[in-house]
């Protein structure tokens, strides 16, 4: 079983007066999570710190076993019962936030993205809905792992816009799936092999909406600590302008 370190850090930016990120670092069940929320008063962050707890809660749930009822019908035989545990808890995230938006008018059309992290014996899994992000940083590679459920993304991927149109469009903030936005905001799942000494970034896209990919590869390239890479990461995203709330969590392998 591989042995995680992490550290993480939440930053409100230099545009936003209040934080609509939430995120959660739980070793002891090996579980990491980052949600960027959205929605008018206040309902953001309350999207997204929902998220976090639902998360957390289900996988706080001890006697889940592979012969339990399944929450959902839709069980992924292509994935091991872990991902697809995974992919509930975010289903029943999904499910929660829309019932507190239909309990509370207000709250009407309030949404997260999530990206979550599973460590399970010598395998990691991602589960994510949205533009949160998932990178890899291996052997001084730096790799995006996660496929962003937004509006240029999709466009890019068709062939209809470059990375560089889509990095300055107007729709860029366009989210396609979110939490709480739809019925069923169905997670993607990547299940992996982790390397002795990989990194891996989970991100709101505070993050990469700033910062081109090759200056958060310059500043992991560094290899400072968990600690201080997070918050360089944060002062990053800050120098190159700070516009939306920001939150990052580093993994590393040890062994």
Known sequence: MMTMEASGLTDVGRRRSNNEDAFAIRPELRLYVVADGMGGHSSGEVAAQMAVNQLVAFFEIQDLSEEATWPYPSYD???????????????????????YSLEHPESRGMGTTVVAALVVG???????????RAYLYSGNQLSVLTMDHSWVSEQVRLGFLTEEEAAHHPFRNVITKALGTRDQAQADVLEMDVAVGDRVLLCSDGLNSMAAEEDI?????????????????????????????????????QA
């Not at 091991?80 to 808890?89: I, Q």
């Not at 010598?122 to 589960?127: H, R």
């Open 77 to 99: 035989d292509s994935l091991s019962f872990e991902g697809n545990k995974l992919r509930t808890a975010i289903a029943l995230a999904n499910e929660q936030i829309q019932n």
């Open 122 to 132: 010598d395998k990691l899994i991602i589960g994510h809905v949205g533009d949160s």
């Open 217 to 253: 590869a310059r500043t992991l390239a560094r290899r400072e600590s968990l600690e201080a890479t997070c918050h360089s990461l944060v002062e990053l995203a800050n120098q190159k302008g700070g516009e939306d709330n920001v939150t990052v969590i580093l993994l590393e392998r």
